[in-house]
């Protein structure tokens, strides 16, 4: 019955999002073809919804008529019965943004309607008339609630979209946008910046995003380009808050682990060590020396943490004396992992190389110390840290988005993940 039309551009998509300097993005989101279209049939059934809710008032008006003169009609009790948006678009449109178009809404509708003359015999040759003047106002309170709701419903919708995600106690991720979203006949790029901001002190991060070349690839209905910048700009906050921190205790070592966390323990690499201090458990702190740095090239996500393990005995008050301190590099091999709507991750943890930054208790060979760090770090430390890497962080998604059917391509710089999009 009625037709028409809502134009919407990429500035409704920006509508809450602070526009900073234009750079490289730190984390892209790209909407297909395929997802647009997801997104159009979610809308439309929503719109179908919130249409067959509309509330129709009794209107009236009137016409002329050659001789008779002025015939005012009424329609009343009008019920809206269904309704049907059968043909519908959304399609980006380059450099402009996108184009939301309605071209039919058939609705059926009952309701009682009189003519104010005495002609009863008349009717049917007003009826062209009456029908007109019907379809008019019907058009008029379908494109009406059409456009309200999409600036009522769609605009606040699209205000869930985390623009600063709030971590932890440490840290947000800042989602804002990097530069305006950029639409191509295929697809519609959200460009944000993608970046982990400390929420005590915010400062600039010592380094750049480099430029991600996103594949044309559509086969999902979205696709996200996380930046090396992105997991890098994390690894920086949160070594600079002093929290990439771990300590190792004998407590956190399984009773059937043959190396304890004591004296005797380490009496075969340090003798001097269980002779000053026999019988007493010791306690390792690790903590790095730098921000580490995650690296990403095609097929390969790897890390060379540098960091510090500094070794006490525990003296029977609880007092901690510092032993040794090592400084240690690896090389890490990194998994990223994406959930329905987080980001996460594991590492594994290559050959430690040490090398002694000081000693309290007279020289020694790191080597031998080795295989002893190396099974610390792998069987206790990694566990750990990827505990709460597997929690993951969350990803830009907008409220009750989930992402299913998904695939994960480290590339040149970034991590490439396409998903199909469901809304809940
Ligand atoms: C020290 O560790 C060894 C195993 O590495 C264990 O046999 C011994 O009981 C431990 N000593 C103390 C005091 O915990
Ligand atoms: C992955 O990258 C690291 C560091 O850049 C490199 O040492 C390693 O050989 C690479 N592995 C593969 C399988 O390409
Ligand atoms: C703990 O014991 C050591 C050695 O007996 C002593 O030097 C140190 O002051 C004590 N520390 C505390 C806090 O009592």
Known sequence: MATCHV????????ICMVLTRATNPGFVARITVKGLDYARQEGIAALQKELAKLKLPDFSGSFKVKVLGKVHYTFYSLNLRSFQLPSSQIAPIPNVGLKVSIDKAFAQLTGKWRVKKRFL????????????????????KV????????????????????????????????????????????SLDVNLKGEFFSLAHRSAVPFVPPTLAFPVDHDRMVYFAASSYFFNTGGFVYHTAGVLLFEITDAMIPKEFKFHLNTS????????????????????????SSAPFLTIAPGNLSLTPVFDIQAYVILPNSSLVPVFLLSVTSSVS???????????????????????????????????????????GSSILIPHINARLREGFPLPLPARVQLSNLVIQPRQNFLLFGADVRYM
């Open 121 to 140: 015999w008349l009717y049917n040759l007003f009826h062209k008339k009456i029908e007109s003047s019907f379809r008019r106002t019907m058009e008029g």
């Open 143 to 186: 494109c009406g609630a059409v456009t309200s709701s999409v600036t009522t419903k769609l605009q606040p919708y699209l205000q869930t979209l985390p623009v600063t995600a709030r971590i932890d106690k440490v840290a947000g991720i800042d989602y804002s946008l990097a530069a305006p979203p950029v639409a191509t006949a295929q």
């Open 265 to 288: 323990t380490f009496s075969a690499f340090i003798p001097q060590l269980e002779k000053m201090y026999p019988d007493k458990l010791m306690k390792l702190r690790i903590k790095t």
């Open 7 to 14: 134009a919407l551009a990429a500035s409704v998509l920006a």
């Open 334 to 376: 990194a998994k990223i992992m994406v959930t329905s709507a987080r980001i996460g991750g594991t590492l594994e943890l290559g050959r430690l190389q040490l090398s002694l930054k000081h000693s309290d208790v007279g020289p020694f060979s790191v080597q031998l110390l080795q295989a002893l760090m190396n099974f610390y």
